[in-house]
C-alpha cells in the first residue's frame, strides 16, 4: 500500500510551522518492510484525527539506515512476513535504546502482528529460527505450523470492544508485568489460541495482532494514542475544532461504526 506522498508531507510541514503549539510529530516504524494487510491505514487514521481535532501532524516514515526524528510524540509499526522481520532486526537493535528510553518515557506505540512480536522478548520460526526482539514488551512468540486467522472482537476495560482481523502463526505468551490488550471469547483465537489474551501493553505501548487495518475501525482506540500523545507533549488533549472539522469527525465515526458491525458480523 502506497505510503503518504511527497506533497501531503510538505503541506503537513508547512500547516505545522504556521501554527505554533499544535504540533505531533508521528513516526510510522519501518513501513517499507513492515506495512501489510492495510496497516498502513493506522498512519492515516491517526494523521486525519489529529487534523480534524485541530492539531497539525507531521509524519516522519522511518526505514533502514535513515535519520531518527528529532522529536517524536506518537509511533506507529505494521506487520510483515518473516523475511521482512529479519531485513529489519539490525536496524532495529540498532535503534533499541532509544525505543526502550521512549518507551519508558511513556510514547505512545501501537505495535501490529510482526513489530509486535520483535517489540517482545524473542520470535522463534516455524523452521527454528530465532529472532531476538528488543525486550519492550514482556512477551514471546513460537512459530506454529496452524494458522489463526479471520474477524476477531476483543474486550477491552479500556477501549470497548476492538474489532479487527487477525491472521498470524505465531503464537504469543505474555510474561512479566505486560498485561493483555483485551481478551477474546473463542479457542484458537487471540494471542495463542488458549488463555483467550489478545494483544499486550505495558505502559503506553500497545502490541495486537489486529490488522483491518485496526484504527480506523476503532475510534477509541485512535483517541487514546492521539490523547496521550498530546498529553504529553502539551500536557493536556485540547481539540479546536471549527464546524466543518467536527462534521467531518462524526462522518467518519458513523463509518467506523458502520465498518464495525459489518466486521463483527462476518463468519471467520
Known amino acids: 500500500m502506497p505510503a503518504m506522498n511527497e506533497a501531503t508531507r510538505n503541506l503537513a510541514d508547512t500547516e505545522a510551522d504556521t501554527r505554533p503549539g499544535r504540533r505531533i510529530d508521528v513516526v510510522s516504524l519501518y513501513p517499507k518492510d513492515m506495512n501489510i494487510y492495510g496497516d498502513w491505514g493506522n498512519v492515516l487514521t491517526v494523521m486525519r484525527r489529529l487534523s480534524l481535532y485541530g492539531y497539525d501532524p507531521v509524519l516522519h516514515e522511518?526505514?533502514?539506515g535513515d535519520p531518527w526524528p528529532e522529536h517524536v510524540d506518537l509511533i506507529l509499526g505494521g506487520g510483515g512476513q518473516d523475511?521482512?522481520?529479519?531485513?529489519?532486526?539490525d536496524d532495529l537493535f540498532a535503534r533499541a535504546d532509544t525505543l526502550r528510553a521512549l518507551a519508558a518515557d511513556g510514547v505512545p506505540m501501537?505495535?501490529?502482528c510482526g513489530l509486535?512480536?520483535?517489540f517482545g522478548e524473542y520470535f522463534e520460526t516455524v523452521d527454528g529460527t530465532r529472532l531476538d526482539g528488543i525486550g519492550i514488551l514482556g512477551a514471546y512468540t513460537v512459530g506454529r505450523e496452524h494458522r489463526m486467522i479471520g474477524n476477531l472482537?476483543?474486550?477491552s476495560e479500556e477501549f470497548g470492544d476492538i474489532i479487527g482481523y487477525e491472521n498470524h502463526s505465531g503464537q504469543t505468551f505474555l510474561t512479566g508485568d505486560t498485561k493483555p490488550l483485551g481478551r477474546v471469547d473463542a479457542d484458537g483465537t487471540g494471542n495463542n489460541g488458549t488463555d483467550h489474551t489478545e494483544g499486550a501493553r505495558f505502559g503506553n505501548v500497545i502490541g495486537t495482532y489486529m490488522h483491518g487495518s485496526v484504527l480506523p475501525k476503532n475510534p477509541r482506540l485512535a483517541d487514546g494514542l492521539?490523547?496521550?500523545?498530546?498529553e504529553r507533549r502539551f500536557g493536556a488533549f485540547s481539540p479546536q475544532q471549527d464546524e466543518q472539522q467536527s462534521t467531518e469527525l462524526r462522518r467518519i465515526d458513523d463509518f467506523a461504526q458502520h465498518a464495525r458491525v459489518v466486521a463483527a458480523s462476518r463468519p471467520r
Open 62 to 64: 522511518y526505514n533502514q
Open 116 to 118: 509486535y512480536q520483535l
Open 226 to 230: 492521539i490523547r496521550i500523545a498530546a
Open 153 to 155: 472482537v476483543e474486550h
Open 83 to 89: 523475511n521482512g522481520q529479519k531485513k529489519i532486526t
Open 110 to 112: 501501537l505495535m501490529i
